[in-house]
């Protein structure tokens, strides 16, 4: 069974940086493609980045695109999440997820859906907050 633990989280000034990290364990991780999503105090947790298992397609929301950047190592088993530009609105608690299949790339209504449905693993989530 996959382990996530993020990390890289916490308190920055709008205009700020941080890097989230996300070390995988327990399976393959160069096999799977993984993301990035976020949930705010009273709202969904919403997509934020995906990538595919070979790392050639990359997905973003609006709302990020252009600030973020989304990457993997598979030499050290850890996604990663550049964030620039950090505006209050970034403020949530950010989750690595990991789907259960491998060797499939999947665009961002099929991650929407798996998240609806249940089938991607999450981890443990790492805050981050910006101050305007």
């Known amino acids: 069974q996959v382990q996530l633990v993020e990390s890289g989280g916490g308190l920055v000034q709008a205009g700020g940086s941080l890097r989230l990290s996300c070390a995988n364990s327990?399976?393959?991780?160069?096999?799977?493609?993984m993301g990035w999503f976020r949930q705010a105090p009273g709202k969904e947790r919403e997509f934020v980045a995906v990538i595919s298992w070979r790392g050639g397609r990359l997905y973003y929301a609006d709302s990020v695109k252009g600030r973020f950047t989304i990457s993997r190592d598979n030499t050290k088993n850890t996604g990663y999440l550049q964030m620039n530009s950090l505006k209050p609105e970034d403020t949530a608690v950010y989750f690595c997820?990991?789907?259960?299949?491998?060797?499939?790339?999947?665009?961002?209504?099929?991650?929407?859906?798996?998240?609806?449905?249940?089938?991607?693993?999450w981890g443990q989530g790492t805050q981050v907050t910006v101050s305007s």
């Open positions: 327990g399976r393959t991780f160069s096999s799977y493609a």
């Open positions: 997820a990991a789907p259960r299949s491998p060797y499939i790339d999947y665009d961002v209504r099929s991650w929407n859906n798996m998240r609806d449905l249940g089938s991607v693993d």
